[in-house]
């Protein structure tokens, strides 16, 4: 009697931006065959078809959850397969035959075989994927605000003595900011025109990085509390 086991398949994946690389093995660690596709919807579904002619799919081992194989990792979890993450290629693999894609996926294929790949993909749908998705737009409009305001004071720091006095008069960073955003050049013809006109620059750039880092903390606010 044939034993269930025998016939079940393991695919690693290798991937990459424009193609992935994979690599069948059987339950014996026999490497079946291997397969290049497109890193789109197309692909995903020639490389599903492709697998299941060998028999069934234990698992699909994949490199790279977390960036060129998230979205082979979203298509394969949403039709009911299992898929495994794989940090890294195995490194014997690559000491003795160098750095090849359809290695690479053998060795991440081999290393689900051996035990030594277990771990779950994170993820990437839902709200978790949706608030990871918001705070990194909103964590990169904060460090651009910041470094924005860092400039802008050491401009005003090393302006001519007049802009620099007048400069210092006003209260406020914000109402600093809104001052200075306002200024008119009509030309450049001192070292007072080029810092007015780099201030500027610095202080619009930093009032349109705050509304933008207000509007991600408003609508934060406002989903957390529907």
């Not at 398949?9 to 026999?30: E, P, Q």
């Not at 993450?85 to 991440?108: F, I, M, T, W």
Request: charged share 25%.
């Amino acid at each position: 009697m044939t034993d269930p086991q025998s016939s079940q398949i393991i695919i690693g994946v290798d991937t990459h931006k424009l193609t992935h690389v994979a690599v069948a093995i059987d339950s014996h660690g026999k490497r079946l065959s291997e397969k290049h596709v497109s890193a789109n919807t197309q692909g995903y579904i020639e490389l599903e078809e492709w697998s299941r002619s060998f028999g069934t799919v234990k698992a699909f081992d994949i490199e790279g959850t977390g960036s060129y194989g998230a979205g082979l990792c979203r298509y394969l979890t949403d039709h009911k397969h299992k898929t495994i993450e794989v940090c890294r290629p195995n490194r014997q693999l690559r000491y003795r035959h160098g750095k090849d894609d359809s290695l690479d996926a053998e060795g991440a294929a081999r290393s689900v075989l051996s035990g030594e790949a277990n771990a779950q993909p994170k993820t990437q749908s839902g709200s978790v994927e949706m608030i990871r998705q918001i705070k990194l737009t909103r964590d990169t409009a904060v460090k651009s605000r910041s470094l924005a305001m860092i400039t802008l004071k050491t401009l005003i720091i090393n302006a001519p003595s007049a802009l620099r006095e007048q400069l210092d008069q006003i209260r406020g960073s914000i109402t600093l900011v809104k001052h200075i955003a306002q200024f008119r050049i009509k030309e450049l013809v001192s070292t007072t025109d080029s810092a007015k006109t780099s201030m500027r620059t610095l202080a619009r750039r930093w009032l349109m990085l705050n509304e933008e880092v207000c509007a991600y903390l408003s609508w934060h606010f406002n989903n957390d509390h529907s």
